[in-house]
């Protein structure tokens, strides 16, 4: 039995495709965005959010933890992450919500269980299941059997992706997506390196096959504010996106800090604090220039 870790599947997502849909969060990212509002799904292994604000100091989280990770200091619990070993004995115990594990292995069937509950806003929208994540290509073989299920039950698919996958694992999917949310980040592989951690040539490799292979694709950029909203590389966007075959759609989608909270609860350091969203005027701005080469340009998702 094929199983995969899953971060959340979200109901009733309206920006992830056409229609009414579900969204399943996959575990396991290959980049790692300066901007990411997804962090909880980056790593391949198990992560724990930890909410002290919610604690009501019961103390069974100081009785089952193993590894001495909670701990009590003059009557208050405290947590070092340093020492836990993300067992998520804690979190069986808590019911305040202060422990949560971020991920939940999976079978097949029982994501498909989640996926059919909806059905029926499904046939009424014209909407589906959309695979993100991370990056739902991390898990090809989990993806794929998802996928030939939902076509045997004739539900229509998305799968988002940053596209720095391997060529085969597209090849393999390709024919049982309805519709590709193709992210790119940046045109210049070295910035691209600089604060996603990977270079773009099979980035925009894979986007020239998959364009050419498949009739729906549909390419994305977050728009980030002094990292990939300059002249320079929207000229370059835009001419790389005219130039792909069946593309002329692309949606622009604002920087949002939703998920800066995340990094506190994850223990980790958010490195754009100071990061604003860019306003209405300027995506109005950046959407006419795309326009310049023959695109149709959406804002938002």
Not at 6 to 34: A, E, W
Not at 130 to 147: C, R, V
Request: charged share 25%.
């Amino acid at each position: 039995m094929v199983m995969g870790k899953i971060v959340n599947i979200m109901k009733y997502s309206i920006h992830d495709g056409p229609g009414i849909r579900t969204t399943v969060f996959f575990k396991g990212c290959p980049l790692n965005c300066q901007w990411c509002h997804n962090p909880e799904s980056q790593g391949f292994g198990q992560d724990l959010m930890y909410r002290p604000e919610r604690c009501v100091g019961c103390g069974q989280c100081l009785e089952i933890c193993p590894s001495g990770a909670t701990f009590s200091t003059e009557g208050k619990l405290s947590y070092r992450r340093d020492k836990c070993l993300v067992c998520g004995e804690c979190s069986t115990v808590c019911h305040a919500g202060v422990r949560e594990l971020v991920a939940k292995t999976m079978s097949v069937k029982e994501v498909m269980v989640e996926i059919e509950k909806d059905l029926i806003f499904y046939d009424e929208s014209g909407g589906g299941a959309t695979f993100s994540g991370g990056e739902a290509l991390m898990q090809p073989d989990f993806l794929l059997e998802i996928l030939k299920s939902c076509k045997k039950k004739e539900i229509h698919t998305a799968v988002e992706t940053c596209g720095f996958v391997s060529l085969d694992s597209l090849q393999r999917i390709s024919q049982y997506v309805g519709l590709f949310l193709y992210d790119i980040k940046l045109m210049d592989s070295g910035k691209h390196q600089d604060v996603t951690g990977v270079p773009n040539e099979l980035v925009l490799s894979n986007l020239r096959w998959l364009t050419g292979h498949h009739p729906k694709v549909i390419v994305r950029v977050a728009i980030i504010p002094g990292i990939n909203d300059d002249e320079e590389n929207l000229c370059q966007l835009g001419d790389f996106v005219a130039s792909l075959k069946h593309v002329t759609e692309i949606h622009c989608l604002p920087y949002h800090k939703a998920g800066a909270d995340k990094y506190r609860k994850l223990g980790l350091k958010y490195v754009l604090p100071d990061l604003k969203s860019p306003d209405s005027a300027r995506m109005e701005e950046i959407a006419r220039k795309l326009e310049e080469f023959g695109l149709t340009v959406k804002i938002g998702g």
